[in-house]
């Protein structure tokens, strides 16, 4: 069965600086796609990057980029010079291929930004 | 352009009362789902549709029902509320198009049921 997975239930990381946010999947699709959400405290959901597992190269949206890494089967984002505005809820979520739109998420990563 | 619109965002029901969560998108996305989120658990899909007319179950389907008379629009029926069903509810719409593009959340329901 499809499964995303998100180990770390809460980062911290000092303004400026750069983080990382761990996602692993499992699926037996050849085609899939993966995405980043992120959840402010106001609730809605803003998409920032997308990863196709046909994608030679790794995804780059601004200051995010996803570290792809198919044969481990993870697909890590990546916060650059990171701002008080990160501070969130992110969400990695799997896309497989056919006629649905069926998305599955992790549990999600909190991270918190400090001055 | 108001992309996806959920109403009502926030709502109190006593169990065992119904309610339909309305969702509209006018971007004449093909794809429609519905997703309830619960702490600790990300977000999971209850049902979803690939066009008007067609509909079918997610993960946690019990307990809900759909329809999808038109492209723009996919209400969410809860006929017997139950403490249980207290979440936040998403609405989604995405384009068959394109297999990378992302989906459009709406703004999210706030349920409480007592």
């Known amino acids: 069965a499809q499964k995303i997975t998100q180990t770390q239930p809460g980062m911290f990381v000092q303004e400026k600086e750069a983080v990382t946010l761990d996602c692993t999947y499992d699926t037996s699709d050849q085609s899939y796609g993966l995405f980043w959400y992120k959840q402010p405290s106001s609730g809605e959901m803003i998409f920032l990057i997308y990863q196709g597992s046909y994608d030679e190269q790794n995804a780059t949206e601004g200051r995010y980029s996803l570290n792809f890494q198919k044969a481990r089967k993870s697909a890590n984002l990546v916060i650059s010079a990171s701002q008080l505005g990160d501070s969130a809820m992110y969400f990695c979520?799997?896309?497989?291929?056919?006629?649905?739109?069926?998305?599955?998420f992790g549990t999600g990563t909190r991270l918190q930004v400090f001055p | 352009n108001a992309g996806v619109t959920q109403t009502p965002k926030f709502q109190v029901l006593k169990t065992g009362q119904s309610m339909t969560l309305q969702c509209a998108q006018d971007m004449n996305h093909e794809y429609m789902s519905w997703y309830r989120q619960d702490p600790g658990m990300g977000l999971r899909l209850i049902h979803y549709s690939v066009g008007a007319g067609i509909t079918d179950q997610g993960e946690v389907p019990n307990g809900y029902n759909v329809s999808r008379s038109t492209t723009e629009d996919f209400p969410l029926r809860l006929l017997s509320a139950a403490p249980s069903q207290t979440s936040v509810y998403f609405c989604?719409?995405?384009?068959?198009?394109?297999?990378?593009?992302?989906?459009?959340f709406g703004q999210g329901t706030r349920l409480t049921v007592v």
């Open positions: 989604a719409s995405s384009s068959f198009d394109r297999f990378g593009t992302e989906a459009f």
């Open positions: 979520a799997m896309r497989e291929s056919g006629n649905t739109d069926k998305l599955i």
